[in-house]
C-alpha cells in the first residue's frame, strides 16, 4: 500500500467503550498528525508528533489517547467519549514537522459516531 | 490569531467554466505559505497548489491558479476548464513558516454539473 492508510472507516461506538483509530504511513515521513473534522468547523488540530515525540496537543481532553510506537504508526485511543466527539478523524504525515516546505499528505480519515 | 476565512459556502458552475473560490486570511507574520486543499467525497485531502508568501509570482498547477494579494491577505483559487471531477470540498489553509500547525478555513462546496 502507497500513502496514508486509516482504520477503520467508520466506528459506531457508545459512550462506555474503548476503541482504538490506526494510521499508517509508507511515505517514510518522520511527522504524523491527527486532526478532527466537525460539520461546519474547521478542521482542528489534535496532535502532532515528530520523530516519534508528542510536540502539540491542541488542548485535547483526556478520553483521547495518542500513541506513536514509530514513525509510521499513529493511534488515537478513544474512552468514554461523548456524542458531541463524533466526527471525521483525519491522520495525515509529512517528510518533518515544521510545515510550509513540508506538506501534510492526509489520509481518508475515519467516521466515528458516539451513541 | 490566525484566521482563514472562505465567505462562499457552496458554489455551482457547468462543466468547462471557469470558477474562483475565495480566500482571506489574517496574520501579522511575514513569512507564511498558503494552501488549497481538495476533500472529494471519498474523504481524502489532497494538496491542489501552494503558495510562498515570498513570491510575487502566483502559483500554478495545470488547471488551477492563485491570486495571491499579500497586502489585501487574499488568496483565491481559479479552476479553468471546470471537469466533474473537481466537484469537492475546497479548503484554503495557512501556516507560520516552520510551524507545525496548519490553519484551515470553513470551506466552499464546489459542484460541477454536466
Known amino acids: 500500500e502507497t500513502g496514508v492508510t486509516q482504520t477503520p472507516r467508520h466506528l459506531v461506538m457508545g459512550m462506555t467503550n474503548k476503541k482504538s483509530l490506526k494510521c499508517e504511513q509508507h511515505?517514510?515521513?518522520?511527522?504524523m498528525y491527527w486532526y478532527k473534522q466537525s460539520a461546519k468547523k474547521p478542521l482542528e488540530l489534535m496532535f502532532v508528533?515528530?520523530?516519534?515525540?508528542?510536540?502539540e496537543n491542541n488542548s485535547v481532553p483526556s478520553r483521547f489517547s495518542p500513541e506513536c510506537p514509530n514513525s509510521s504508526h499513529l493511534f488515537l485511543h478513544l474512552h468514554t467519549l461523548q456524542p458531541e466527539d463524533s466526527a471525521l478523524y483525519l491522520c495525515?504525515?509529512?517528510?518533518?514537522?515544521?510545515?510550509?516546505?513540508?506538506?501534510?499528505?492526509f489520509g481518508a480519515g475515519s467516521r466515528l459516531t458516539v451513541l | 490569531a490566525q484566521t482563514v476565512t472562505q465567505s462562499q459556502p457552496e458554489m455551482s458552475v457547468q462543466e468547462a467554466e471557469t470558477v474562483t473560490l475565495s480566500c482571506t486570511y489574517d496574520?501579522?507574520?511575514?513569512?507564511?505559505?498558503l494552501f488549497w486543499y481538495k476533500q472529494p467525497p471519498s474523504r481524502q485531502m489532497i494538496l491542489v497548489i501552494r503558495?510562498?508568501?515570498?513570491?510575487?509570482q502566483n502559483a500554478t498547477e495545470n488547471r488551477f491558479s492563485v491570486n495571491f494579494q499579500k497586502a489585501a491577505k487574499s488568496f483565491s483559487l481559479k479552476i479553468s476548464d471546470s471537469q466533474l471531477g473537481d466537484t469537492a470540498m475546497y479548503f484554503c489553509?495557512?501556516?507560520?513558516?516552520?510551524?507545525?500547525?496548519?490553519?484551515f478555513g470553513q470551506g466552499t462546496r464546489l459542484t460541477i454539473n454536466p
Open positions: 503558495q510562498e508568501a515570498y513570491k510575487q
Open positions: 496574520t501579522s507574520e511575514n513569512n507564511y505559505y
Open positions: 489553509a495557512y501556516v507560520i513558516q516552520g510551524a507545525q500547525k496548519l490553519v
Open positions: 511515505l517514510g515521513h518522520n511527522a
Open positions: 508528533y515528530n520523530f516519534k515525540e508528542q510536540t
Open positions: 495525515a504525515s509529512s517528510q518533518e514537522g515544521w510545515l510550509g516546505a513540508n506538506v501534510l499528505t
